[in-house]
């Protein structure tokens, strides 16, 4: 299953120095452009944020990163290693993880359960162990079980542990979600709208988790957002986007100030 | 360190050291951490206190020092004060959740040296407001979670320090003698802890207690409820507050019982299910929302199920208490609970992490009756206890069999318990306060000079002996009659209707009592759904004339209630009305901890309180409101009064018994 081998990468790539590159990509549907040449870059350490107004193809553009969707132009470089067409699988066991602007869990599963499946790319004893529980398999249940306590522990949801997701408030699904992508051990980590819907607690509760993601564990972020407020607090870059095209790139306080993003937001004559 | 049997055990840190000699397998607490309960036995835990008094010293710590204690319930906390007992330094335990200014006026008022906190929430608040904490030298942290990039010049780890007292247990004999000198040297009239109040009525007050003291009130209640070292209690209730300290901590190191952490606020119902434990405490909300909870749950289950729940909760009605009392009991009827036993409540006090318990409390406020009950008649043995910080919690205490809901019981055993002419209740017990700390003349104003403690409360003794508290004692009044016109009293027992969520109660230096009543919303919107009652707004469900009769019918019930009892028969309800809207703290009716605020409300309702006296049967009045934005209204609206039905009693009013 492991298309690439791990020693094709880059291993040492230092804070601030460049983990994924776009050059230059542009994606079609037919004849709908979602995005259009697009170039931009994501600094190992960083919070990315990519924002635009609705259609504009943050979507896309994660869909991209994460191996969804094939480009039609341009390239993508991930850990100094240019690609052309990926799988999300293989994405995945290159260390890029991601949540859904909807929830995507299995709800009837408990939260535990949940971020276990997070860890199935680690499993490394054979199915048949897994089938009977039993040797090679528990030791290394044991184990992956123990990082996922950590997570839990980490993101403050030890209450709802054995609590099918389906019966959780959106908020805390929406953790449960960040817990099974944190549980892949992500290099960068994809978040598409993880405040969508959540009330100002929820969302102050996520800022600091997130933050504390980028500190403990020293993974990068990407995340579309439309809550201004939380984009400008957390990242520190922004990329935006407007019609599937890049309309500014900087820090927070240079974006606000540009007049085609405001123009973009605000809406202008035309 | 060798622990001297003969020695007096008069402090916690010789206890410490005796539970060590005696049973150091034994477990003396448990934590769960990742999922998975962490043991450590009394010898475990001696060590680890012990490396860390070492560690504390090495710090500078003092006798006399104080220290903070900050966080929620767990190991290295208790350790905190344990190991701070040992240096002979005095523990100063703090609410976790005070904002930073409260906890700022705690830690500069108990000129506190050191800090030992739980996390990083913690350490952010002190360092906020370090500026006005000149004293404060170390922070101590437990769980260094987001603090690595904080600057540790006065921030340290717990796990350092203990570690840093485990090299000097093991190289530097000089300053192991000076510890168990310490320990040695510790008296019982040493101040052990000092326990700030909740201040609910001003600024919070430090509560000194002696060491003595606490061990002497805690033997005396382990061996009250028999309590030993195969006992389990959770600890979930504020270290700062006095019910965990002693409850937990005091009676802990008494008995050599175990005390276990929860993982976190939230999971200790389901981790106390797991451990089984054995002694419980809980104020009465705790009770009630566990009741709420299963009465829905309840309403969902398939209907064989919930036939044979409540064929099975009618039989524990009738028989649960008698039997669990020891009284006779029909065989018949002693099969038939059996038989519920293994069909619902077995299975009920499961999911309740009920199944094991031995003895529970409640204590705080007043209990239903109702709830009270039904807990009791599910086979658990609910006791209630009457205690403050300044008695180092109990004053009265029900034993087993002697129990009844409207009561607190008899005194505990070695307690003193005097009725002021007033009626306010005054006590002495062996574990009652040094003092106020700093504050000398707020302690010359709660001691007497015959040295009983005032409580503040009023009440008096039944003819069984148990105490029955009534009213704040300041809140206690009389009509123009002279007759006892207790509002609080009057307030609970309305308020134990389910339709009735607040009552403000009038009468002082009246010719007789009327009320204010808030309906319910839930509950009576819920009775108008099933009963085709339509309704617009909180006011038109309130003013309707059904409701009327539902209210004029609980208040009828509560005067009869209380034309049995001779002392409150003189204060039945004349005259009520429904309150057109909910009071609110929002508005300032109520406090922030929901309390009525009864003299605001007689001045903002003036109007209405005139009409319940005049005779008048309706009334008009308008009032201002601050809606949920923070924008501001006002309502009007014409208010009905009604007569309530009162109970004739033939007793001439008369003055408070005194009793003994």
Known sequence: ?270 | MTADATAELDTFPKLLLRNEAVRPHRPAMRHKDLGIWREWSWGDVARQVRCYALGLMAHGLQRGDKVAIIGTNRPRLYWSIMAAQSVGAIPVPVYSDAVADEMAYVLDHAEVRFACVQDQEQVDKILGVADRLPKIEIVFYDEPRGLRDYDHSRLQAIDAVIAQGEGLLLGDPAAVKRLDDAIASGKGSDTSVILYTSGTTGRSKGVMLSAGGCVKAATDTVEFDRLTDRDNVIAYLPLAWVGDHYLNYAQALVAGFTINCPESPETAVEDRREIGTTFAFAPPRVYESMLTRIMIRMEDAGWLKRKMFHYYLGVAKKWGEKILDGKPVPLAARLNYALGEVLVYGPLKNVLGMTTIRIAYTAGEAIGPELFSFYRSIGLNLKQLYGQTEAFLYVTVQSDGGVRADCVGPATPNVEIRIDENGEVLYKSPGQFIGYFKEPEKTAETITEDGYVRTGDAGFFEKDGQLRIIDRAKDVGKLRSGALFAPKYLENKLKFFPNIREVVAFGQGEEFVTCFINIDLTAVGNWAERNNVSYGSYQELAGHPQVYDIIAGHVAEVNRQLSEEPMMAHAQIRRFLVLHKELDADDGELTRTQKVRRSFIADRYGPLVTALYDGSTEADISTEVTFEDGRKGVISARVRVADAQVVPVSVPASQPARAA
């Open chain 1, 1 to 270: 299953m492991n298309a690439m081998n791990q020693s094709e990468f880059r291993q040492d790539i230092a804070p601030g120095e460049t983990l994924l590159a776009v050059d230059n990509v542009t994606l079609r549907f037919g004849g709908v452009k979602a995005i259009t040449d697009v170039s931009f870059d994501i600094r190992k350490g960083e919070v990315r944020a990519i924002i635009g107004p609705n259609g504009a193809g943050k979507t896309s553009m994660l869909n991209v990163i994460n191996g969804f969707y094939h480009p039609q132009e341009g390239r993508i470089t991930y850990r100094g290693q240019t690609r052309s067409k990926m799988r999300p699988h293989v994405a995945a066991s290159q260390g890029i993880a991601r949540t859904f602007q909807n929830v995507a869990l299995f709800k009837g599963m408990t939260t535990l359960d949940n971020i276990m499946v997070g860890r199935t790319l680690k499993m490394r004893t054979p199915f048949f162990w897994h089938l009977f529980r039993h040797g090679p398999a528990m030791r290394e249940e044991i184990e992956h079980r123990k990082f996922v306590e950590e997570i839990i522990d980490f993101l403050e949801i030890e209450h709802i542990r054995k609590v099918p997701v389906g019966k959780l408030p959106y908020g805390l699904q929406k953790r449960v979600e960040l817990g099974r992508a944190l549980a892949m051990q992500p290099e960068l980590l994809l978040l598409d709208e993880p405040m969508a819907g959540m009330n100002l607690e929820e969302k102050e509760d996520m800022c600091r988790f997130i933050l504390d993601t980028k500190d403990q564990y020293g993974t990068t972020i990407a995340l579309i957002e439309h809550d201004m407020g939380v984009v400008m607090d957390l990242s520190d870059r922004v990329v935006v986007l407007e019609y599937g095209q890049k309309i500014a790139d900087g820090t927070p306080d240079e974006v606000k100030k540009n007049q085609k993003v405001i123009d973009a937001y605000l809406g202008v004559a035309h």
